[in-house]
């Protein structure tokens, strides 16, 4: 990290919501952030796999990974804990369970979208990535998935992840920087 300053994670409790599409670079990116920050990444795809390799079915796999998922969520934020929440928000129950736990952190709500315009990237990307057993190596399709949608939330900054990761992770402290300041004036 090439901030002199001290990371604003670690001065304010911060919860960041990732968003992005399967292979978009979110995890990788999630990762990253919660080391600058201090704080800690919930992947929501860690506790789906465990559902998953413990027998329960896919259909109830999903929105049970979810319901643990958040239920740390609040708990950890609810201790003081810095997060960085690694999921999509492609349902609208989940936009409001992350708002939820940034009020419970009393943070600002950011929102970072990765995106991979690159079609032939991301497939790739998908394919060859060291995969949990709850990821999918095919790009996304929302329609195969009812009652999904994608987020409209705003403001958020949605960043290209085809560029280099040091890049993506100075403009997005940079964005969350800015948010803190913003919403500490404001107040």
Not at 147 to 174: F, H, I, K, N, W
Request: hydrophobic residues 40%.
């Amino acid at each position: 990290m090439t901030r002199e300053a001290q990371p604003v994670g670690r001065e304010h409790q911060i919860v960041v919501q990732m968003h992005g599409e399967p292979g978009s670079g979110k995890s990788t990116l999630a990762r990253t952030l919660a080391s600058c920050l201090g704080a800690i990444v919930l992947d929501k795809d860690v506790i789906k796999a465990a559902l998953l390799r413990s027998g329960i079915a896919e259909s109830a796999a999903a929105p049970g990974a979810y319901e643990v998922y958040f239920a740390q969520a609040r708990s950890l934020a609810g201790l003081g804990h810095s997060l960085v929440l690694d999921n999509p928000i492609y349902w609208p129950t989940v936009e409001e369970r992350w708002l939820e736990v940034a009020k419970i952190g009393a943070s600002p709500q950011i929102l970072i979208e990765c995106v991979c315009s690159d079609r032939a990237a991301l497939a790739q990307r998908l394919a060859t990535r060291d995969a949990v057993e709850s990821q999918p190596r095919v790009p996304l399709d929302l329609r195969r998935h009812p009652g999904s949608c994608a987020t409209r939330y705003e403001p958020r900054l949605t960043l290209e992840t085809t560029r280099p990761l040091p890049e993506l992770v100075e403009d997005t402290l940079a964005y969350i920087e800015q948010i803190v300041r913003d919403t500490a004036a404001a107040r």
